[in-house]
Each structure stands twice: as structure tokens, then as C-alpha cells.
């Protein structure tokens, strides 16, 4: 059992890590991260025509970039930092993208859009930093159109032995460390730590998603339960 620790700053805190993010989350998860998301992308791919995507604490972008195999009309990511924007900004404009992509500051306590403006509501290794879950969900259903989908890639717990065990160590002795080392910020990368084990990942995030109002919920693990794809479906 993890003792919960007091917050930090989440908005502040990826900012300070935001020039090395893009390159300690490939380093770190040996390059795996990108099969998840294109993994994350097939669950929904030919489910929409020209779908319009909300893509919530985008980051730097790559889900967002990502979603471009699903063909979508337009493609909008938010999230609280600036920085983090900044460079999702500048990843598009390099990839000719700035026409179907574009990004903006804001809270995913307090998203920006009007009702039912959005086919795919998503969101990459984010939800576990919002202030708020339940809250950022609830927003996220609430911009989500009718027999629109919510989309989530998140990191989960392993529970196979030894695995498990090995998992733990290097999530919580080696990546700290790992990370003080390039990006010079050790607290963002023991915060990782902390935000994966007190998230309520598997069944506990699935009966979330139900009280948010999502149904038709699936479930997939990834890489021996390191990540989870959840899919719904909003009635």
C-alpha cells in the first residue's frame, strides 16, 4: 500500500520536464509506448467517418498525432501546460500536421467546449494527473457527442510474479533516478511512481467510467498489465 502524498504543482511540474518528456518516455518505456498507442488507435479505427477528436492533457502530442490513422476530421489537445503545448505545437508543424491538428491551454477540470461537440474524447497516460478524476471524466463524457467513445491509455499495475516485483523496483529505485539524471527534476519522475500506484486502475477505473455514464466499457492490458486501453461508449 502506497501512502498518498500531498500533490504537487501538476501544471508547474511538467513544465520543468517538458524538453526531456518526449525522450525519457521512449527511453524509459523502452520504446513500447508507441506500440500502445497505435494498440489504443485499432480499437477504434473505421468506427467514425472524419471523426472530430478532443485529446485531453495532450502533453507533446503524440496521441493526438497518433490519431491520424483513424483519418479524423480535426483533431484539438489540451492541457495545463504551457510548455508542453508548446512543443506539441511545434512536433505537428514539423510533421505538416497543422492543418487537421491544434492545441490548446486548458483544464481538464473545466473543458472549454460546448456539449456533445466531440465523436472521440481521449486521452494518453493523463487522467492520473487530473486534480480531480472523477471530475475530468465527467467533463470528458460531457463533451463526448451521443454514440460518441471515450478512449483511454493508462499506465496499470502488473500483478504476475515476478514481474510484478521487477516492475515495482524500477518504477520506484530506477526511474527517479533515471529521470533526475536527464531532465535534473528527480520529484517529477517519484511523482510517476506515486500517480501509477494510487491510480484505481482495472475493475475500480472500469465502475468509474459506468457512474460517469459510459457504457459498453472493454478493457485491454498491455505488455503484462504495464498499460490498459478502456474504451465506452456514451449512450
Not at 500533490?7 to 500502445?36: C, E, K, Q, T
Amino acid at each position: 500500500m502506497v501512502k498518498k502524498k500531498e500533490r504537487p504543482d501538476v501544471g508547474s511540474m511538467f513544465d520543468s520536464i517538458a524538453w526531456r518528456y518526449d525522450f525519457l518516455n521512449h527511453f524509459l518505456s523502452f520504446g513500447i509506448d508507441r506500440s500502445w498507442r497505435r494498440e489504443a488507435m485499432a480499437m477504434l479505427s473505421d468506427r467514425y467517418k472524419d471523426p472530430v477528436i478532443l485529446d485531453v492533457a495532450t502533453g507533446t502530442g503524440d496521441m493526438a498525432v497518433e490519431s491520424m490513422n483513424l483519418n479524423p476530421g480535426m483533431v484539438i489537445g489540451v492541457d495545463i501546460s504551457e510548455k508542453m503545448i508548446e512543443l506539441a505545437g511545434k512536433k505537428v508543424f514539423k510533421k505538416g500536421l497543422g492543418g487537421k491538428i491544434r492545441f490548446d491551454l486548458c483544464d481538464s477540470a473545466n473543458l472549454d467546449f460546448t456539449d456533445n461537440s466531440f465523436d472521440i474524447v481521449m486521452s494518453g497516460f493523463g487522467v492520473r494527473n487530473f486534480s480531480d478524476l472523477r471530475k475530468g471524466l465527467s467533463e470528458m463524457h460531457r463533451v463526448t457527442r451521443k454514440g460518441g467513445s471515450v478512449l483511454i491509455l493508462e499506465f496499470s499495475k502488473p500483478t504476475i510474479f515476478p514481474f510484478k516485483q521487477v516492475y515495482d523496483f524500477y518504477f520506484r529505485q530506477v526511474l527517479p533516478g533515471t529521470g533526475r539524471f536527464f531532465s535534473g527534476d528527480r520529484e517529477a519522475y517519484s511523482y510517476l511512481y506515486n500517480s501509477v500506484m494510487e491510480f484505481p486502475d482495472g475493475e475500480l477505473f472500469i465502475n468509474i467510467l459506468k457512474a460517469t455514464g459510459y457504457s459498453e466499457i472493454q478493457e485491454k492490458r498491455l505488455t503484462l498489465g504495464v498499460s490498459t486501453i478502456y474504451t465506452g461508449v456514451k449512450n
